[in-house]
T-cell receptor, first 114, second 111 residues
Framework: EADIYQTPRYLVIGTGKKITLECSQTMGHDKMYWYQQDPGMELHLIHYSYGVNSTEKGDLSSESTVSRIRTEHFPLTLESARPSHTSQYLC?????????????FGQGTRLTVV | RKEVEQDPGPFNVPEGATVAFNCTYSNSASQSFFWYRQDCRKEPKLLMSVYSSGNEDGRFTAQLNRASQYISLLIRDSKLSDSATYLCVVNGDFGNEKLTFGTGTRLTIIP
């Protein structure tokens, strides 16, 4: 079982609120990712990190920001939530490149902005 | 052109049949390849890695063709529990190591 956790699992929040989605892993992985996925649609990489103090933007432009102050945490923040941010957000982690390295996913946060 | 392309399906296949999925990737320097499985409203989970020589895990066989930049997954004797979305995943080259997911191929096994 993967040791990567996301909180909250579900969040319904009003437009304009600031929100932070938490992601923690206890596997000591250097690489962490945030993906956005709408129901029945593909995963889009929005942020990733190679380790502490490393953050990179993914393939899909996102208004969210991330930080990596500690290896085990990779929180995602939306300064002002909008209905267009409604989606599922999936966090993942893996070892830094070591051949066929597996990525482990958290259970996701389903965000609804009303 | 997308970095990783898959036929989205859906594939509706009778139980016991053999089904094959294909995937192409655009970055010839990509280093590692995977098939993930995602059940409805769940997170993706690794099904199997794909090795250059091809590899098998029970009823599942994965193949890699680097020259054609092509990956395949074969499922034999399909079970109802195989119904899911299958995601082709490619890890970038050194210095660009991020996992890129294909759109996924939806498979439904029919009793």
């Amino acid at each position: 079982e993967a040791d990567i956790y996301q909180t909250p699992r579900y969040l319904v929040i009003g437009t304009g609120k600031k929100i932070t989605l938490e992601c923690s892993q206890t596997m000591g992985h250097d690489k962490m990712y945030w993906y956005q996925q709408d129901p029945g649609m593909e995963l889009h990489l929005i942020h990733y990190s190679y380790g502490v103090n490393s953050t990179e933007k993914g393939d899909l432009s996102s208004e969210s920001t991330v930080s990596r102050i500690r290896t085990e945490h990779f929180p995602l923040t939306l300064e002002s939530a909008r209905p267009s941010h409604t989606s599922q957000y999936l966090c993942a982690s893996s070892e830094l490149f070591s051949g066929n390295t597996e990525a482990f996913f958290g259970q996701g946060t389903r965000l609804t902005v009303v | 052109r997308k970095e990783v392309e898959q036929d989205p399906g859906p594939f509706n296949v009778p139980e016991g049949a053999t089904v094959a999925f294909n995937c192409t990737y655009s970055n010839s320097a990509s280093q590692s390849f995977f098939w993930y499985r995602q059940d409805c409203r769940k997170e993706p989970k690794l099904l199997m890695s794909v090795y250059s020589s091809g590899n098998e895990d029970g009823r599942f066989t994965a193949q890699l063709n680097r020259a054609s930049q092509y990956i395949s997954l074969l499922i034999r004797d399909s079970k109802l529990s195989d119904s899911a979305t299958y995601l082709c995943v490619v890890n970038g080259d050194f210095g660009n190591e991020k996992l890129t997911f294909g759109t996924g191929t939806r498979l439904t096994i029919i009793p």
